[in-house]
Nanobody, 120 residues
């Protein structure tokens, strides 16, 4: 069984930065891809970024250049560094796990989410 736990959400001002963490249990961490999604109030869940088991990355156009996804296989953790945050980045952020390349959108496991609020 794979379990994912997000942390690091909070309140930040526009232009600020925040780093989210996704801790993954299970021995498959080094070979599984991890994605971040977000759901803004009243909207559908959207893809944000993904990192494959091999370290290849993929980003949504809306965050490319501002967000960076990375993984630490020794800690079974994936990070989402978010810079230059905008009001539109306010959402619940979820991490998800699934086999496949950086372009894959298939996820078999999901975390519970962490709230990110960008407000002045």
């Amino acid at each position: 069984q794979v379990q994912l736990v997000e942390s690091g959400g909070g309140l930040v001002q526009p232009g600020g930065s925040l780093t989210l963490s996704c801790a993954v249990s299970g021995s498959i961490f080094s070979i599984i891809g991890i994605s971040w999604y977000r759901r803004a109030p009243g909207k559908e869940r959207d893809f944000v970024a993904r990192i494959s088991g091999a370290g290849a990355t993929n980003y949504a156009d809306s965050v490319r250049g501002r967000f960076t996804i990375s993984r630490d296989n020794a800690k079974n953790t994936v990070y989402l560094q978010m810079n230059s945050l905008e009001l539109e980045d306010t959402a619940v952020y979820y991490c998800a796990a699934g086999y496949g390349s950086a372009n894959s959108r298939k996820n078999d496991y999901w975390g519970q989410g962490t709230q990110v609020t960008v407000s002045s």
